[in-house]
């Protein structure tokens, strides 16, 4: 294993003992409204700087870019750190048992390493570029589906961004009527992993941030998935939009999506 894949798992551990404890004892939890249907908890932020105290100790001039903490500038910009601490806190602060740490690291710009895991469940989900995604240990892979008939896909509503709410429903309604079923469960990151793991067959979600993807990327990719933009093309890290599952499956859903959306979603 790539020893900085062991260090990202070690952090995730790390965070995971502070927001397990603080899921079992609720009255510690302090809520706070970041934005709009924007929260923070004071254990987002213990479980981001357990989880930067953890990669600091091994790598002191690495650099990291934390959801809650900003930016940490180390001297070696080889090597960068992006962390969600808690992806789905609104779960969190609910008492619904369904979140996740998110952890990736690039390195000279390229995505390297990543872990999320699921510290309810002590799932934890892991991708080292060219060596395959696992899941504890196992192998993963996306599911084979290559059309929309019979599918389950996951999906996050644009609950920061409602003004796309019209394009949102509009999709959403194209895509419910040709798929199974859909799942909105509250973790993008969960929701990345669980493609990855086979559990839902895809994913589509508006306005999604850099920090609560980048490791379900890697996932995502070394389990044979294919993420996209709206588009069809690989600008989802600028747009936040994004698309994935089997190869021919992230295609049937841009397709189905494309006719429904403003342009500003299309760039
Ligand atoms: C949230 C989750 C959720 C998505 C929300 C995000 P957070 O992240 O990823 O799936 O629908 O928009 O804010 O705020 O819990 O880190
Ligand atoms: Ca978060
Ligand atoms: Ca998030």
Redesign the pocket.
Known sequence: MHPMLNIAIRAARNAGKVIVRAFEEPNKIEVQQKGSN??VTNIDKDAEAVIRDSILKSYPDHCIVG?ELGEHKGSNTDYQWII?P?????NFVKGIPHFAVSIALKIKGRLDQAVIYDPIRGELFTASRGQGAQLNNKRLRVSKANELMGTILAT??P??HKHHLEAYTKSFQALFTQTADMRRA????L?LAYVAAGRVDGFY?IG?KPW?TIAGQLIVKEAGGLLMDFAGGNNFNESGNLVCGFPKLSQAIVKELRPHLTDTLLR
């Open positions: 924007d929260l959801e969600d808690i992806d789905g806190t609104a996050s509503f609950n920061k509250g973790s993008t990151a929701d979600a999604l609560e």
